[in-house]
């Protein structure tokens, strides 16, 4: 018996230490991007800032990639921090569900590298243990509303999301119910091909025009269904 409690105690020990690490790693992550841009990441810098070396690192991360998308989930807090006072006192879902574009839209295209790294890079299908992990180790991270947020930020399929909220306004007659997925699924191209266009080096842009932009593809979009325009008149660009 004792034997045993010592095995789960030196494991306990183990994963307590390599939490910590991590948390090295990904702390020195933060302070290059936030000093001199998420590019400027590399696995050197980031283990020299650590105080461990490369081969360490990567007993953690398989590549730079996967420590620069872990680390960037930080990222993800600042928009569900932001997304009540947008959708405040909102029961239309119609409404909700732009709301939420309009939020979400605005965080994303003021760091859209991040972003595409989050729902469009290579490491997308680990993206839910990631987030658990993340929040295990940085539960300072996760919004004071992080109970009411935390299944939205668990999921990372844009579709599905979108699917979920624009369901809402389905069942209270503003679209029919069999052009949902349709909806959703131009709505997410279009903001992807947008996303990507933001992302390329050079690029300069407003963020908040680039936010009333994009919401109003998304009103016509809707509007191009049948939702009446008066509904979605404040989403539109004159």
């Not at 800032?49 to 953690?60: F, I, K, R, S």
């Amino acid at each position: 018996y004792h034997k045993e409690v010592d095995r789960q105690m030196e494991k306990t020990n183990r994963e307590i230490q390599n939490e910590r690490k991590i948390r090295y790693f990904v702390e020195a992550a933060w302070k290059i991007e936030d000093t001199e841009g998420v590019e400027a990441v590399t696995a050197r810098k980031v283990a020299d800032l650590a105080g461990y070396n490369v081969a360490t690192l990567y007993n953690y991360f398989d590549n730079l990639d996967h420590l620069i998308a872990f680390a960037s989930l930080r990222h993800l807090g600042k928009y569900a921090k932001a997304l009540p006072e947008y959708t405040k006192d909102i029961t239309n879902p119609l409404t909700l569900y732009m709301r939420t574009w309009v939020c979400f839209s605005y965080h994303a295209f003021q760091e859209p590298a991040v972003y595409k790294n989050l729902f469009f890079g290579k490491f997308v299908s680990s993206y839910n243990d990631s987030l658990k992990m993340f929040y295990e180790i940085f539960p300072d991270q996760l919004p004071e509303d992080g109970l009411r947020f935390y299944p939205m930020l668990q999921e990372r399929e844009l579709h599905k999301r979108d699917y979920v909220l624009l369901m809402e306004s389905a069942k209270c007659g503003y679209i029919p119910e069999d052009k949902v997925m349709d909806i959703s699924n131009m709505n997410v191209l279009i903001w992807r091909g947008i996303l990507d266009r933001l992302s390329e080096p050079g690029i300069e842009y407003s963020v908040d025009e680039m936010t009333k932009t994009i919401t109003s593809y998304h009103a016509h979009t809707l509007i191009s269904f049948g939702v009446p325009r008066e509904e979605l008149e404040e989403f539109l660009v004159n």
